[in-house]
């Protein structure tokens, strides 16, 4: 409670805050969003154009439609264009394993300024590489810029934010992520030159697209690299931290100015009692405490449920997707434009129910609807397979309708969830682990889903991610506790303590 000037009690959602300054600072951390966002995506637009340019072969196009089971395998498990694709999720993983030892030692914010800072130089580096091996390392270490802020930047706003407005302004992180999706795939659209039907595999080498085009899809993401580390400069330090630094004093300051002298004395002393007695850095023997991995097995299991839903494998396989439902290259193009709108708009839905309807309502909506939008999706792929007529506008319908159902609920949820479930001491450290599997379980799916689907066919691999999210929603529905209008002190009490 807050005692007000005139001496009657009030809550911590009840303060006035300082809403433009919270704003201001919540969007500048959730740039590491946009930035994830469109580094994540910028390769499906240009890949047929930088493998045209390093000559890569996809071996798995060589291999009989009759081959054998492990000889299908084996040709997509060592492709270089599937590679090409996934090797970034290798740094994803060394970033997001990394954050969290770094956060916790010095401190949210620069490691906001060191993952901009590495955006700005990788973004920049790919574009100028010669070589495949330097375009590999590129995205390497762009990967880790992405594993960094999708851990650092929804911390840091949960450990700013209002707890009345928390599901709201980490979603932002979210949106941002979406705009950063949006953005790629529009860049790619307007940088990119058409392609004419038959066009000789010497002349589209040859090509502006091939030759140059792809390098500028890379280069734009320096823009936005360079106001999120310029904007990372200015931004406070997590009072949170500060205060589990020692530096009350300074987390005083933040917090007064978040919400006012009355809510600084009160929110700093929930934080130090959360603290007591804890050292400055997180001991391995905390993380192992009985109580505590029961938190952090949900954090994982929300984190690796979020990748195994199967959507990022429509973001990043759109192409194929669409041409196994029978679209042209030119048609396929628009069509990913379009997912990048439904993703956007449908975002906002989770911005203004997340902390109305509340976390697990959205999250149980989503693995749902997801299970029978895959299932559906499957069936008419099995239909097709069998020589049934399937209209190519039903397959774009349940791809948006899939897309639709992840914006509002599983995409931005989750990053919330997993934001706010963990003790202070170790919020870090644990949220470094659970990010961690997030990246393991997005490149396992990423990496996968080319066998499944040369192996098991498209109609068989989008019923298992149904059976996935069938098994998510039972999860979510037995384990997930409701966390919308807590302070984070609150939540720690009722899942730790």
Not at 132 to 141: D, G, K, S
Not at 179 to 199: E, K, S
Not at 297 to 313: D, E, H, K, S
Not at 315 to 322: H, K, L, P, S, V
């Amino acid at each position: 409670m807050i005692a007000t000037p005139g001496g009657s009690p009030t809550t911590h959602t009840e303060a006035r805050f300082n809403a433009t300054y919270v704003w201001m600072i919540s969007v500048v951390a959730a740039m590491g969003g946009l930035l994830f966002g469109y580094d994540w995506v910028v390769i499906g637009g240009a890949a047929k154009f930088y493998e045209a340019f390093f000559h890569l072969k996809d071996t798995a196009a060589l291999v009989a439609q009759d081959a054998g089971f492990w000889v299908k395998v084996k040709a997509n498990a060592i492709s270089p264009t599937g590679w090409a694709q996934s090797c970034a999720l290798l740094g994803c993983l060394g970033g997001a394993l990394v954050s969290g030892a770094l956060s916790d030692r010095f401190g949210r914010k620069p490691m906001l300024i060191l993952a901009a800072a590495n955006f700005v130089l990788s973004s920049v580096g790919i574009a100028l590489t010669q070589s495949f091996p330097a375009f590999v390392t590129w995205r390497i270490l762009g990967g880790m810029s992405i594993g960094l802020a999708s851990n650092i930047s929804p911390m840091y706003i949960s450990e700013i934010a209002p707890p009345a407005r928390r599901g709201l302004l980490v979603a932002i992180n979210q949106l941002t992520i979406v705009i950063g999706v949006l953005a790629a795939q529009f860049v790619n659209w307007c940088i990119a030159r058409p392609v004419p039907d038959g066009l000789p595999p010497a002349e589209f080498a040859a090509s502006w697209n091939v030759v140059q085009g792809w390098r500028w899809m890379f280069a734009a993401c320096a823009v936005p690299s360079v106001l999120f580390l310029v904007g990372s400069l200015f931004v406070p330090e997590s009072p949170r931290w500060l205060t589990k630094a020692g530096a009350g004093a300074r987390a005083e300051r933040t917090l007064s100015r978040i919400g006012g002298r009355d809510y600084a004395i009160a929110a700093l002393a929930d934080i130090r009692a959360t603290l007591v007695n804890e050292d400055k850095h997180v001991r391995l023997n905390e993380l192992l405490d009985r109580r505590v991995l029961v938190v952090l097995g949900l954090g994982i299991f929300l984190a690796v449920f979020q990748q195994w839903c199967g959507i990022n494998v429509i973001f990043n396989y759109a192409g194929e997707i669409f041409r196994q439902a029978g679209y042209n290259i030119n048609d396929t193009l628009t069509n990913i434009v379009m997912t990048g709108l439904v993703n956007f708009l449908f975002t906002f839905v989770a911005l203004f129910t997340v902390d109305r309807l509340g976390r697990k309502p959205l999250m149980l909506f989503g693995a749902a609807a997801l299970a029978l939008i895959y299932a559906a999706i499957g069936y008419c792929y099995h239909l097709k397979g069998g020589g049934s007529v399937v209209p190519n506008t039903l397959f774009l319908v349940l791809v948006l309708s899939a897309i639709a159902a992840y914006s509002m609920s599983l995409a931005p949820v989750t990053w919330v969830i997993i934001s706010e479930i963990f003790p202070n001491r170790i919020r870090g450290s644990a949220m470094s682990i659970a990010v961690g599997f997030l990246w393991i379980a997005c490149f396992l799916l990423t990496y996968t889903f080319p066998i499944f689907n040369a192996v098991l066919g498209a109609s068989v691999t989008f019923w298992i991610y149904a059976a996935i999210c069938c098994v998510g929603f039972v999860g979510i529905l037995t384990r997930l506790p409701e966390t919308k209008g807590k302070t984070l002190e609150q939540i720690e009490k009722e899942l730790v303590d």
